[in-house]
Structure formats: structure tokens, C-alpha cells
């Protein structure tokens, strides 16, 4: 099984925090060396574990922002 990488590349914010220190976060995240997307997941406090997660473009992102003013109307 090939060696699983990830570098987040910018820590954007917070959503949530759970009792247990795990964090909902949105960063930019490069997986296995690829370009970088934002990342919505729930980390460990010391980052070196994640829930599973979403990762968007910016296209993606933006479109997402649309929906999200839309709801919010």
C-alpha cells in the first residue's frame, strides 16, 4: 500500500470543537503532493489524525458559498 501524505498548507478557521480537543476545521490541505484544495474535516488536536472530510476547488468552494448565501436569504 503506497505512503498516504498530506500537508495542510494554511489553516483558514474553525467551526467547532468537540469535548475530546477534536477541532471541524477549514484549511488548505495538499494530498500526496498535489495542488492544494480547501478541506473541511475534524482533526486531532496535534493534527495527526482527521475525521473524514470534504475538499472543494475554488470553483467548488465559491459555488458552495452561493448555495450557502442562498439558504441563508
Known sequence: MAEFKYEIKEHLGQLSEKPTGWKKELN??????????????????????????????????????KLIDKALE
Open 28 to 65: 488548505f490541505v495538499s494530498w500526496n503532493g498535489a495542488d492544494p484544495k480547501f478541506d473541511i474535516r475534524e482533526w486531532s488536536p496535534e493534527h495527526d489524525k482527521m475525521g473524514k472530510g470534504i475538499t472543494l476547488t475554488l470553483d467548488e468552494l465559491t459555488e458552495l458559498k
